[in-house]
């Protein structure tokens, strides 16, 4: 299979900053590296959007737009990586019982401090990874009352990654037709 050239895809991809997650290494790199591959793919994907054009929820009936899941993906990161893995006493983001819904529903124009959030959750969670010698080491999963371990959630935040770029992906083809990789 021949390689497209990247001019001939939208501007979001000519400056691509990903880092090829590596074909060899240990469990602990190649699963952290595809997190993060995942995660510079999301903000590629919401990157060079007119702020106001991120609330756009542009493909009806769904609620999604790329200010809801940058808020729902934030919500994700401390939730697993602060929450159930290391026990820490923080608040949930945009959530709450009498309002589950708010990181996708309720969008204040708050793109700006909302991406500034995401990418603070992020660097967390990569100091909590790399705090912790080994992939088994576990945190509570609060819905089963279950030990949960770190390789677990690195692969679940893959996969929730994975899906949530889907997303993405077509909701940026709806604002500006940018496709990407």
């Known amino acids: 299979m021949t ?19 590596p074909l060899v290494g240990d469990e602990r790199e ?14 590629l994907k919401c990157s060079g959007v007119p702020l106001e054009r991120l ?9 999604l737009s790329l200010h809801g899941l940058l808020r729902h993906l934030a919500g994700v990161e401390r939730w697993w990586f602060r929450k159930q893995f290391a026990g820490e006493d923080v608040p949930l983001l945009y959530y709450s019982d009498d309002d589950p819904d708010q990181d996708f529903e309720t969008l204040n124009g708050d793109v700006t ?3 500034a959030v995401w990418r603070a959750e992020c660097e967390r969670a ?3 990874v790399a705090a912790v010698p080994s992939l088994d080491q576990t945190g509570l999963h609060f819905a089963s009352g279950q030990p949960i371990s770190l390789r677990r959630i690195l692969v679940d935040m893959i996969a929730e990654y994975a899906r949530h770029n889907g997303h993405a992906d ?3 083809e709806r604002i500006d037709g940018a496709a990407g990789r």
């Open 113 to 115: 401090e909302a991406l």
């Open 55 to 63: 609330s756009d929820k542009g493909v009806p009936p769904s609620g």
């Open 126 to 128: 990569r100091e909590i």
């Open 30 to 43: 190649i699963l952290t590296a595809y997190l993060d591959w995942h995660r510079t793919t999301f903000e």
């Open 3 to 21: 390689e497209i050239p990247a001019e001939n895809y939208a501007p979001m991809w000519a400056e691509d900053t990903r880092t090829a997650p």
């Open 170 to 172: 077509l909701l940026r």
